[in-house]
């Protein structure tokens, strides 16, 4: 398996533009989760799905972040519009309740590094 | 609500020595703990985790982690520490309840392994 797979690796944009950050999950993996790490704050869930329903999105920070999970091996985090503290690396990452005996690490993406001008 | 603290930003070890790298976790009920090593400009790998039984870890690349339900710890050795070490660790916890599903993470502990 390819592990979790993140896009775009890097991303430049300017305060007020629309971000938007990709993520496929590993195959048969039903809950996924997104995460943002920055020096301040260390690594915090945003929102994690499963079975492609938003269970807990309350740590997603402003209504400027949106979320979706159109299928099971799609995500996308939105930022609109962005802003210069939305700056950190977004983890994209996915477990399954059956692997390895049902209680499980999460495997985590590579990141996603954005820088907001 | 659920914590974990890491007390030690920096640990530094000479090539060869044991190592420690120390968590404390506040969590509601029986705890599911992890250990998370992050290489530069790469994600979170998965190096061990504490579901139940006995209290000594045994995970990848020869690290263990030592559950102590007293003093609410979960700290990770290395009898014998590489360069090839170096890096952030994270330790993390979830209630029993939640399972694996929400985890809270500690703010990471860089570990430098010195020749």
């Known amino acids: 398996d390819a592990g979790v797979i993140q896009s775009p690796r890097h991303e430049v944009t300017e305060m007020g533009q629309e971000v938007t950050l990709r993520c496929k999950p590993i195959?048969?993996?039903?809950?996924l989760f997104w995460y943002r790490q920055t020096m301040m704050r260390g690594l915090e869930l945003l929102i994690y799905?499963?079975?492609?329903?938003?269970?807990?999105d309350s740590g997603m920070p402003e209504d400027r972040f949106s979320a979706k999970m159109p299928n099971a091996s799609f995500s996308t985090l939105k930022i609109q519009p962005s802003e210069p503290r939305d700056s950190a690396v977004y983890f994209c990452a996915s477990t399954s309740r059956w692997e390895r005996g049902g209680r499980d690490e999460q495997f985590f993406g590579p990141g996603t590094r954005l820088t907001v001008l | 609500a659920q914590s974990v603290a890491q007390p030690e930003d920096q640990v530094n070890v000479a090539e060869g020595n044991p190592l420690t790298v120390k968590c404390t976790y506040s969590v509601s009920g029986n705890p599911y703990l992890f250990w998370y090593v992050q290489y530069p400009n790469r994600g979170l790998q998965f190096l061990l985790k504490y579901i139940t039984g006995d209290n000594l870890v045994k995970g990848s690349y020869g690290f263990e982690a030592e559950f102590n339900k007293s003093q609410t710890s979960f700290h990770l050795k290395k009898p014998s520490a590489l360069v090839s070490d170096s890096a952030l660790y994270f330790c993390a916890a979830s209630a029993s309840g939640a399972g694996s599903y929400q985890l809270t993470f500690g703010k990471g502990t860089k570990l430098s392994v010195i020749p």
């Open positions: 195959s048969g993996h039903d809950y």
């Open positions: 799905f499963n079975n492609n329903v938003p269970i807990d």
